[in-house]
């Protein structure tokens, strides 16, 4: 696979272990990230129903409930027809920090491109702060975030970089 990402974005693997199935990127200044899973496909057979799982479970892991009337998800994107997209919002303290005033708003974009034949699910997700709590851990590293960072056309910038998304040999995958 090869995927274009925002140059500010640097590997974590060179920092921490990284998952196999994972690619991670972060930005320590405004703690943004790009994340790439490879992951075994869920039991929808409709993308959306499938997208929309994805992120209910990593509002899980998040311990972030969705906020549904901030969710919103298409078909196919027109970039590659067996990708689906999907936007929503978390609010999410780092470390399961308790204090309110942790927690931060994270704008979530996400692409599943779905290879039933694999039996596989590559999840790509870019978690963007848009508002930091003042007394999350984050507003240490990236303090009150740069108006840029908050004024960037965030749908614009991941459909972006999905569109640069290639799938160059599907050798490592399992079926």
Same mark, same amino acid.
């Given at each position: 696979?090869?995927?274009?990402?925002?140059? $500010?974005? &640097?590997?974590?693997? @060179?920092? $921490? /272990?990284?998952?196999? #199935? /994972?690619?991670?990127?972060?930005?320590? *200044? &405004?703690d943004e990230s790009v994340i790439i899973e490879i992951?075994?496909?869920?039991? *929808?057979?409709?993308?959306?129903?499938?997208? /929309?799982?994805?992120?209910k479970h990593v509002c899980e892991l998040n311990n972030a409930p969705p906020k549904n009337d901030h969710m919103s998800s298409t078909g196919p994107l027109k970039t590659m027809p067996h990708a689906f997209y999907?936007?929503?919002?978390? &609010?999410? !303290? *780092?470390? @399961?920090? *308790?204090?309110?005033? !942790?927690? @931060?708003t994270v704008a979530v974009h996400m692409a599943l491109v779905r290879l039933a034949e694999h039996e596989t699910d590559i999840l790509i997700t870019m978690n963007t702060?848009? #508002?930091?709590? &003042? !007394?999350?851990?984050?507003?240490?590293?990236a303090g009150q975030l740069p108006p840029a960072a908050v004024a960037r056309d965030l749908n614009r910038e991941f459909t972006a970089m999905f569109s640069t998304f290639k799938i160059i040999s599907t050798d490592i995958l399992v079926t």
């Open positions: 696979m090869s995927i274009d990402i925002p140059e $500010r974005l &640097t590997d974590v693997s @060179n920092l $921490r /272990q990284v998952p196999d #199935h /994972q690619e991670v990127f972060a930005d320590a *200044k &405004t992951l075994e496909a869920v039991d *929808k057979t409709d993308g959306i129903d499938a997208i /929309q799982y994805h992120y999907l936007f929503g919002e978390q &609010t999410v !303290a *780092k470390f @399961n920090e *308790k204090s309110a005033l !942790a927690q @931060n702060p848009t #508002h930091i709590g &003042t !007394a999350s851990s984050s507003s240490r590293q």
